[in-house]
């Protein structure tokens, strides 16, 4: 059973266009939200989380919109650059006491073209 | 540097061997993991260690065996592998039982032959 449900599987945009990954979950103890990204040959680097005390939560480019009764969140890419072109995760934990590891979703490759 | 450093980063073997993955973290988390990536790049989490204590530990096989020496030290030791071994592990750490976010080491892609 797949905790956290991730689309799309892969994703091309054009330059300084939006790119939109969504994902939902189904565990409504996960309390923490971050999105990594993963370049080839390279493990996965935190950009940006969020808590369900928000709905959302920008930094620079990258937004996450968070839908707590939908049990649902998103990463918005404003302005996309081909440096964007990686893999990128959402992922969910319980943090704190009785915390749980993070589980990922299956990933959506990112292809910016100029 | 701080980091999460992984060794080796490649590592190819026959069928039945043992073999074993080291990784340091100097970061002063409390908590380290070893991840598996697959082919198709899905990330699941394999071990959990909190302060050399084994907390989680999700259904691998027992020919896996993780090994917490100190806090800043996960080590991942494989015995018989087998093909489907292959894959790419990444050892994490975070402080704090998850707060703040977990900082990845760079993978040691595994080929068994």
């Known amino acids: 059973q797949q905790q956290v449900k991730q689309s799309p599987q892969s994703l091309i945009v054009q330059k300084g266009g939006i790119s939109i990954i969504n994902c939902a979950y189904e565990n409504t103890a996960f309390d923490y939200f971050p999105w990594y990204q993963q370049f080839p040959g390279k493990g996965p680097a935190l950009l940006i989380a969020?808590?369900?005390?928000?709905s959302e939560k920008k930094e620079g480019r990258f937004t996450i919109s968070f839908n707590k009764s939908a049990k649902q969140f998103s990463l918005h890419i404003m302005d996309s650059q081909p440096g964007d072109s990686a893999t990128y995760f959402c992922?969910?934990?319980?943090?704190?006491?009785?915390?749980?590891?993070?589980?990922f979703g299956k990933g959506t490759r990112l292809s910016v073209i100029a | 540097d701080t980091a999460v450093s992984q060794t080796p980063k490649y590592l190819v073997t026959q069928m039945g061997n043992d073999k074993s993955i080291k990784c340091e973290q100097n970061?002063?988390?409390?908590?380290m993991y070893w991840y598996k990536q697959d082919s198709k790049k899905f990330l699941k989490i394999m071990f959990s260690y909190n302060n050399k204590e084994l907390i989680i530990n999700e259904t691998v096989p027992n020919r896996f065996s993780p090994k917490s020496p100190d806090k800043a030290h996960l080590n991942l030791h494989i015995n018989s592998l087998e093909l489907g071994d292959s894959a790419v592990y990444f050892c994490?750490?975070?402080?704090?039982?998850?707060?703040?976010?977990?900082?990845f080491g760079s993978g040691t892609r595994l080929t068994v032959v």
């Open positions: 970061l002063g988390h409390d908590t």
């Open positions: 994490a750490s975070t402080r704090q039982r998850g707060l703040y976010g977990y900082t």
């Open positions: 992922a969910a934990s319980k943090e704190g006491s009785g915390n749980t590891p993070l589980v």
């Open positions: 969020i808590r369900p005390d928000v």
